[in-house]
């Protein structure tokens, strides 16, 4: 009799928890995009990319957002492929084409890429910083970090930017299926 009514409430705990509206496709997307939109406003200045060349932890964070972000945004791609006929076609061809771009403009081997390429770049000019402080304008050391400064926010807020359409368009799509976040 124990045993019944424990299988019940197991049961009932686990129907549960896949029920709640906390643990769904289109709630952890809106959860990893709010997360990417705090961590990206530290890479947008120097000083973050200076955190993000020389700390592993903090790069480590950064890409392992990312990764969850692709992941999620996998899934939510087949999943909308598969019930498609349940959108709004306008709306599911708008996420749909967000996520396109995402995946081939901005995939982690693109991202990785343009990172090396500033942190080889900001390693330079500390190492010729002397040098570059008695620059003028965009020479100088200060119009440096400002044009680096400025690749790194355009590059950001163009990402940032498709992440955002994505999560805006999860948020009117009818998105229930329930995942397991702890498996992840």
């Known amino acids: 009799m124990r045993l019944i009514i424990f299988f019940f409430f197991s049961l009932a705990a686990i129907h549960g928890y896949a029920t709640n509206p906390a643990n769904t496709l289109g709630r952890k997307i809106i959860t990893l995009s709010t997360s990417w939109e705090k961590e ?10 200076s955190g993000f060349c020389s700390d592993p932890e903090f790069r480590g ?5 990312l990764n ?13 492929l598969i019930t498609s006929d349940q959108h709004d076609q306008k709306k599911l061809n708008k996420v749909l084409n967000e996520m396109e771009i995402i ?3 901005y995939a982690i081997e693109s991202f990785n890429d343009f990172f090396r390429e500033r942190c080889l770049d900001q390693k330079t000019m500390e190492k010729n910083s002397k040098q570059y402080k008695s620059g ?7 119009g440096k970090i400002y044009v680096m400064e400025e690749e ?11 992440i955002g ?19 992840m």
């Open 40 to 49: 990206s406003k530290k890479l947008i200045e120097y000083h973050g990319l």
């Open 61 to 65: 964070v950064v890409y392992e957002l």
């Open 68 to 80: 969850e972000i692709h992941y999620y945004h996998a899934l939510l791609y087949k999943e909308l």
């Open 103 to 105: 995946e081939r403009d």
């Open 136 to 142: 003028f304008g965009v020479h100088s050391y200060h």
């Open 152 to 162: 790194l926010r355009r590059y950001i807020e163009k990402l940032s930017k498709r």
């Open 165 to 183: 359409r994505v999560k805006k368009h999860v948020q009117h799509l009818n998105l229930h299926t329930p995942i397991d976040i702890e498996a």
